[in-house]
């Protein structure tokens, strides 16, 4: 079992940057794929990147592709995320999800396929 907690949420204007962190808790981190998903008032939750467990494979939203980049420490037992270039659009409960898997290149991109969930950390990003 794992525990996650997000970090780094905050009031941005548009333009700026953040870098989101999830800390896991355990001794098992490598042996979770990670992913970020992000939920706005009133939307769906939706998927926003995703990482292997070795941090060799990555995945990307098509609406932050090119603009935030995820990443992972094992050593630290913490997931990043760095979002450049804000957008109003990008205002959301940025939630991180953990899922153990065998290989060391693959990761998920559906919110179901996640067995552990963080709180969430809030990004706000002002026009």
């Known amino acids: 079992q794992v525990q996650l907690v997000e970090s780094g949420g905050e009031l941005v204007q548009a333009g700026g940057s953040l870098r989101l962190s999830c800390a896991a808790s355990?001794?098992?981190?490598?042996?979770?794929?990670m992913g970020w998903f992000r939920q706005a008032p009133g939307k769906e939750r939706e998927f926003v990147a995703a990482i292997s467990r070795g941090g060799g494979s990555t995945a990307y939203a098509d609406s932050v592709k090119g603009r935030f980049t995820i990443s992972r420490d094992n050593a630290k037992n913490t997931v990043y995320l760095q979002m450049n270039s804000l957008k109003p659009e990008d205002t959301a409960v940025y939630f991180c999800?953990?899922?153990?898997?065998?290989?060391?290149?693959?990761?998920?991109?559906?919110?179901?396929?996640?067995?552990?969930w963080g709180q969430g950390t809030q990004v706000t990003v002002s026009s």
């Open positions: 355990g001794r098992t981190f490598s042996r979770y794929a």
């Open positions: 999800a953990a899922d153990p898997v065998y290989s060391y290149t693959y990761y998920h991109t559906a919110s179901d396929e996640y067995e552990y």
